[in-house]
């Protein structure tokens, strides 16, 4: 890698050996089949061709970096451009290259030093669990009967564990999170398994993006009817 003044230059080889590792390492841990979170696929190109200005790059770069899908498209456009475009990329191409595999470059300093690279830790992820063992779930989405106080959850990146009603049985279920019209904000997929106390269904949850209020979670395996059971969302911590 060769730099000269403020301006860092990257070759075609490096380039694509970031990208690669990049890929792999991003499918293995954000796969993010449901897409949530995803800007346009217009606003990853315009990310790929140099189209938003830096300043105001850091929260789409920080989800690309995180999300297997929009790291493929943007690899693509990136792709694409290579082949159009003769010369090395500057600072702005190395920036979202290295971004991408979780390191990124300090700031330039008002004084033009050199920039070195930062350790960034990929996004904070909590344990969650919310109990409806004494809920008695509807299938209408109008309500749900429980003895308990309705349960919380923060809006946060969660690997969640949803307790569920005695006699549930095991499997796969898909989840939703929905906001008190009904609407479908968040989705996500779990295993449910007898844990020896409770039937706890298991799943890895993204709420970053929803406001706090009240919300339902509603769940359904194989081809079965929803069952809805109440939320309230708290803000992340």
């Known amino acids: 890698m060769e730099h000269t003044g403020t301006e860092l230059h990257l070759t075609d080889r490096q380039e694509k050996r970031f990208l690669r590792e990049a890929r792999a390492a991003i499918r293995a841990q954000f796969p993010n089949p449901q897409r949530s979170g995803c800007p346009k696929p217009n606003t990853i190109r315009d990310l790929a061709l140099r189209r938003i200005p830096l300043v105001e790059t850091g929260d789409l770069v920080d989800h690309v970096a995180t999300c297997a899908p929009c790291f493929d498209t943007y690899r693509r456009y990136r792709r694409n451009r290579r082949l159009a475009q003769v010369g090395a990329p500057t600072l702005l191409a190395v920036l979202a290259v290295l971004a991408l595999v979780w390191w990124w470059p300090h700031r330039l300093s008002r004084n033009h030093s050199q920039p070195h690279l930062a350790v960034v830790s990929p996004p904070a992820i909590l344990k969650a669990t919310v109990d409806y063992r004494e809920f008695s779930p509807t299938r209408s989405g109008e309500g749900t009967i429980g003895s308990k106080p309705t349960?919380?959850?923060?809006?946060?990146?969660?690997?969640?564990?949803?307790?569920?009603?005695?006699?549930?049985?095991?499997?796969?279920?898909?989840?939703?999170?929905?906001?008190?019209?009904?609407?479908?904000?968040?989705?996500?997929?779990?295993?449910?398994?007898?844990?020896?106390r409770a039937e706890v269904l298991a799943a890895r949850v993204d709420l970053r993006n929803l406001v706090e209020g009240e919300y339902t979670i509603a769940l359904r395996e194989a081809d079965g009817s929803w069952r809805i059971y109440p939320l309230i969302l708290e803000g992340g911590k």
Do not use: C, S
């Not at 946060?156 to 796969?172: E, N, V």
């Not at 019209?181 to 996500?188: L, W």
């Open 151 to 196: 349960p919380h959850l923060h809006t946060a990146l969660l690997d969640l564990a949803i307790l569920l009603p005695l006699g549930t049985d095991d499997g796969a279920y898909a989840i939703e999170f929905r906001t008190a019209a009904g609407n479908a904000v968040a989705q996500a997929t779990g295993t449910a398994t007898w844990d020896g």
